[in-house]
């Protein structure tokens, strides 16, 4: 039997890893090949499970990230691959997360060589969260810590993608380009947008190079990546919504995302990633945030009046993982007040990412 070929993406919370898997599958679904997908979070109850289930076969590793969770990966992986015999399984780590290459890639590669064939190891950056941290700029809205775990993710790569290259001018693009060759000199770099399609064949053709890659182990303290990581509040909750009188999908969830926002603002807490989606009969609404300064985004829209809906919310954000669901809690239950909605929460978890404990560390690559 032939080995499945196992994509993996990095890359900071909020880069578009979700998009350019999603964008991936579909190239090669279109290709008559077959893909399975896996999420990965602290917590389950995840956007991007339910947005990987709405393309192809995919599966979630929760309560914890891929390198502490290596079994859980290895399973999913293994019954996916019996249910739909993929040729490619693509994996998306929690954009919180580094060291991948020695705790996940190595391991693939060591212990599993007949089973799967790991691809280069890409990680995705949002470029202007990649500006302001690679300039120094307050580091980005973070703590240095933090600014440490992405720089981390940038040391293992075998490329560096910069995505929403629909968003940069000429300009920014030099920019970026000289502060990335400054300071990762050796890595491949990629400009792209997962939203257009623009420069992702390029992206793909790297990562269908045979040969050696996943070999950049970084040395990692893991005092500063698990503080770095704790920093960050997390909150995944649900909720079940019905109406009287109908409501649009699209106009309730960015609804209920500014708001959460607009008291995000006034705390002045730093957003790494605040996602809704909102399922309904008629179809399927998702908005994001990715920073404090930016603006919520539609990425999925339904514009279709319903009367019933499911709300997932997934929060990152650097603060107080209590006060983060008070937040979130009090600016969504008075939107959907607002809108005639009555929410019924389903389930909620908050809490802050416990330190990683990988399940296998390679400190030399194969
Ligand atoms: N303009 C633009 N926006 C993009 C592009 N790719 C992704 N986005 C947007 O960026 C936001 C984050 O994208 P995701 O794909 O969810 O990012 P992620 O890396 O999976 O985030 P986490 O799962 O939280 O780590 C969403 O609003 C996307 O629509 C792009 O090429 N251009
Ligand atoms: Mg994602």
Request: charged content about 20%.
């Amino acid at each position: 039997m032939r080995p499945v070929r196992f994509v993996m993406v990095g890359g900071f919370l909020g880069a578009g890893k979700t998009t350019t898997l999603l964008g991936l599958a579909r190239h090669y679904i279109q290709q008559g090949r077959r893909v399975a997908l896996i999420a990965n979070d602290q917590a389950d109850h995840l956007v991007d499970t339910a947005l990987f289930r709405s393309l192809a076969a995919a599966s979630e590793v929760a309560g914890g990230c891929f390198c502490c969770r290596l079994n859980d990966l290895i399973r999913v992986a293994e019954q996916l691959t019996a249910q739909q015999w993929p040729d490619i399984i693509f994996a998306e780590p929690v954009g919180s997360c580094t060291d991948l290459v020695a705790t996940v890639i190595q391991p693939l590669k060591r212990f599993y060589p007949a089973q799967y064939q790991v691809a280069p190891y890409v990680v995705l950056l949002d470029p202007h969260r990649a500006r302001r941290i690679l300039s120094g700029e307050r580091f980005g809205g973070f703590s240095p810590k933090v600014a440490y775990i992405f720089h981390k993710q940038l040391e293992e790569a075998d490329a560096v993608a910069v995505n929403k290259l629909d968003l940069l001018s000429d300009a920014d693009v030099q920019e970026l380009r000289q502060l990335l060759q400054r300071q990762y000199p050796e890595k491949h770099l990629f400009f792209f947008s997962a939203r257009t399609g623009q420069g992702l064949e390029e992206l793909i053709r790297f990562q269908e190079l045979p040969g050696r890659y996943g070999t950049h182990i970084a040395e990692v303290d893991y005092d500063i990546y698990a503080e770095g990581e704790a920093e960050l509040g997390w909150l995944n909750a649900i909720a079940e919504l019905r109406a009287e009188l109908a409501f649009i999908p699209d106009v309730l969830l960015t609804a209920v995302l500014n708001r959460i926002h607009e008291a995000l603002q006034v705390s002045g807490a730093e957003v790494a990633h605040l996602k809704g989606l909102l399922h309904t009969t008629q179809g399927s609404s998702a908005a994001n945030l990715v920073q404090l300064h930016g603006r919520v985004e539609l990425s999925r829209c339904c514009a279709q009046p319903t009367q019933w809906g499911q709300v997932i919310l997934n929060a990152r954000v650097a603060c107080d993982p209590e006060l983060l669901w008070q937040t979130v809690r009090q600016a969504t239950e008075a939107v959907f007040r607002e809108h005639g909605v009555t929410a019924h929460w389903l389930t909620y978890q908050r809490f802050r990412p416990a330190r990683p404990v990988p399940i296998h560390r390679f400190a030399e690559a194969t």
